[in-house]
């Protein structure tokens, strides 16, 4: 299995790692460890570079499986053994970060207005969707909720990160704010993003350490999908 150095450090954006195994059909690297996030819960996978001696490979995907994350390359493969230098494409990560914060803190302030669970989400760099069941929406609703949550992000609510055994977390059913318990039944442990005081929630990806480095937020608009479905966006000022 792959250390996952973002679990527990999202702020890591260069790593050391031993190539465990090597993939020549898909020109992919298994590492002993990576910053690499191999995407999920809507948030997509890193990009960035591994240095093996001379040679910069650019990191073209990443993906995980039961062995651990593979780093799918530009490049000829350096064989099991060898030591690697890895570097994440910093910019574009950290704007995940925030991004992927920013959703976070708008299930708070959705669930606070409207008791509302999340039927779905995606993000990319600078900005995200979520969607909600909200029967009783109104269009004068969409700027309270930008406001709320831009109160709330200035507050510097930090966010903290645990690990909760599986059946702990099965218990709590307030932390699953998915409609659907989509955790796989085959995991032990569950991380949980704790925007203190805001929003709570199992979650695998990056996020940032403290709201107000999310900054401004604006809410374009909130579509409606039709019987309770809305779809909410929120994008980066900057
Ligand atoms: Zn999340």
């Given at each position: 299995?792959t250390k ?8 890591a ?8 195994r090597t ?5 992919r690297?298994l ?7 191999p ?8 990009a960035?570079?591994?240095t093996i ?9 990443v993906?995980?499986?039961a062995?651990?994350?593979w ?10 053994g060898?030591t690697?230098e890895g570097?994440?494409?910093w910019?574009?990560r950290?704007k ?5 914060t ?8 959705i ?8 039927t ?12 909600f069941d909200i029967p ?6 969409l ?6 949550l ?10 903290e990160?645990?690990f909760l ?15 659907v318990?989509?955790l ?19 979650d695998?990806g ?7 480095e ?25």
């Open positions: 299995m996952r150095i973002y679990s527990t450090d999202s702020y954006r260069a790593m050391t790692a031993t190539v465990v993939d020549v059909d898909d020109n690297v590492l002993d460890q990576t910053v690499f996030y995407g999920g819960g809507g948030q997509p996978p890193d960035g570079i591994l001696g001379d040679d910069q490979l650019a990191v073209v995907r993906t995980q499986d062995d651990g994350v780093h799918w390359l530009d490049g000829g493969l350096p064989s099991a060898t690697v570097r994440l494409d910019e574009r950290y995940l970060m925030r991004t992927h920013a959703l976070h803190a708008l299930c708070g302030v669930w606070r207005r409207f008791e509302s669970p999340v779905g989400g995606n993000m990319e760099p600078g900005s995200g969707r979520l969607d009783d929406w109104s269009a004068d609703d700027p309270l909720v930008q406001a709320d831009n109160e709330e992000l200035v507050r510097r609510r930090q966010i990160v645990s055994p599986r059946d702990a977390a099965d218990n709590d059913p307030s932390l699953i704010r998915t409609k318990n989509l796989p039944k085959t995991l032990t442990e569950v991380r949980v993003i704790d925007i203190v005081g805001l929003d709570r929630q199992a695998g990056t996020h940032v350490n403290e709201t107000g999310v900054g401004a937020i604006t809410i374009p608009k909130a579509e409606n999908k039709g019987r309770g479905f809305r779809r909410i966006r929120v994008s980066l000022a900057e």
